[in-house]
């Protein structure tokens, strides 16, 4: 394990595995008391996934359950010589999150560690990398290799309060779910879940989802309201499922407050070598976003973008009581903020510079005064300037009375 995250103001772990090599290899007792749970129905992709259960030790048992006749077939097949992997039919109805409830209800109880993985195939042609990074997402950061696997149920095995481990949300070009609160149409499907099975959390529309989907490692302990109620497929939309608004997808942003109500924390897990490509890759479109923001906003940099609201509230507030508004430094700070003060629809008073350090009349149009000529004690003030020269600034316009001032860089 390369890092494992322990504030607990948070309920947000991380865990970056190892792939290559395991901490400490997990008793024959612990092994046997976990079941990784599969559900796969896309024939034409089965390849992909039966690499990942050759990884799975023989001393786990393993259920692969599907309602397609065609996989059916194949994974038959796969599983004809190992002792450890079951096949399980289920309905057309319902998908990975029927398979979980209903078709595997009554094995779970026979467990204490579970995992659940299923398979994800893109609708449309343009989502066909983000999906593949996806499921590359699921599958790497479930069952990607031995040693993964035996310091997953190490963390489990270490860390008691841990009850759900999941993969990083999905993040790609088009899938913007890793950096939003990916709540869509579902909060108030997850609201009335917890309200159902009484489960005691913090739900709150404002924080970001916590879970997002039905992948995991975790402990059956998690599970034992949710699985209270005799789930039937019925209980499940009919194909065509839609895409957002289901019960379906009210579970699976709810199993993380299902934890929390059993008093366990939920985790991000990733294995090396994903963690890798998911920095590259969230480096680059970072860069991507902060030159739209900056060719666009005047942003250049996270602080400006945190404080961004509260600065263009300040100016707006200036305005609404007509006060007069100057941009104290004319440097490359203020002329970006000038630019910004355009775009909410406004103009200051002009620029101000510290006595004696008056260069030009004028900076894009507007004047430039010294700060001692300034006699105007209700002018507001954006404090526009690089952070190492505002204790002096500050200083400045304390000499002169000045109150009315907001650090606007």
Same mark, same amino acid.
């Given at each position: 394990m390369k890092n494992i995250g322990n504030n607990r103001k948070s309920e947000r772990l991380v865990c970056v595995l190892s792939e290559d090599y395991s901490k400490k290899e997990c008793s024959y007792s612990v092994l046997a008391s976990t079941v990784v749970i599969v559900n796969l129905y896309y024939e034409d992709c089965l390849h992909l996934y039966l690499q990942y259960l050759d990884q799975i030790p023989e001393e786990i048992d393993v259920y692969i359950i599907s309602s397609n006749l065609l996989a +059916? +077939? %194949?994974?038959?097949? #796969? %599983?004809s010589d190992k002792k450890n992997m079951h096949y399980i039919r289920k309905r057309n109805r319902g998908r990975d999150v029927s398979a979980l409830l209903v078709t595997a209800r009554d094995m779970i109880w026979n467990y204490k560690y579970i995992c659940f993985v299923h398979d994800k195939k893109p609708n449309y042609d343009y989502l066909s990398e983000d999906i593949r990074f996806w499921n590359q997402n699921l599958w790497d950061n479930t069952l990607k290799s031995k040693? #993964? !696997?035996?310091?997953?149920l190490g963390v489990l095995e270490e860390h008691e309060d841990i009850g759900l481990l999941v993969p990083p949300k999905p993040i790609g070009v088009y899938i913007p779910d890793w950096y939003t609160n990916a709540w869509?149409?579902? /909060? =108030? !499907?997850?609201e009335q879940l917890c309200e159902e099975f009484d489960l005691k959390c913090?739900?709150?529309c404002e924080k970001p989802v916590i879970t997002l989907g039905t992948v995991f490692w975790g402990r059956t302990q998690v599970f034992h309201k949710l699985l209270s109620k005799m789930w039937k497929y019925e209980d499940f939309p009919d194909e065509p499922m839609p895409l957002d608004g289901t019960v379906s997808h009210g579970l699976e942003r709810v199993l993380a407050y299902a934890a929390q109500d059993a008093g366990f924390y939920t985790g991000t897990v990733m294995c090396d070598s994903y963690a890798g490509e998911l920095y590259g890759r969230v480096q680059d479109m970072m860069r991507h976003t902060y030159q739209c923001l900056q060719e666009n906003f005047y942003i250049e940099q996270m602080d400006q973008l945190v404080n961004y609201k509260r @600065? $263009? =509230? @300040? !100016?707006? @507030?200036? /305005?609404?009581?007509?006060a007069p508004v100057y941009l104290y430094g004319a440097g490359n700070y203020g002329r970006r903020f000038l630019k910004m003060m355009h775009m909410w629809g406004y $103009?200051? $008073?002009g620029f101000l510079v510290s006595d004696g350090y008056k260069k030009e009349d004028f900076v894009e149009g507007y004047p430039v005064r010294e700060l001692g000529e300034l006699k105007d004690l209700n002018a507001v003030i954006a404090v526009t300037a690089d952070y190492n020269k505002h204790c002096e600034m500050i200083k400045n316009l304390n000499k002169y009375g000045m109150k009315n001032y907001f650090l606007a860089c």
């Open positions: +059916e +077939e %194949i994974i038959r097949k #796969y %599983i040693p #993964y !696997i035996h310091n997953v869509r149409d579902d /909060f =108030e !499907i997850v913090d739900l709150d @600065q $263009k =509230e @300040q !100016i707006l @507030q200036a /305005f609404d009581r007509n $103009k200051p $008073k």
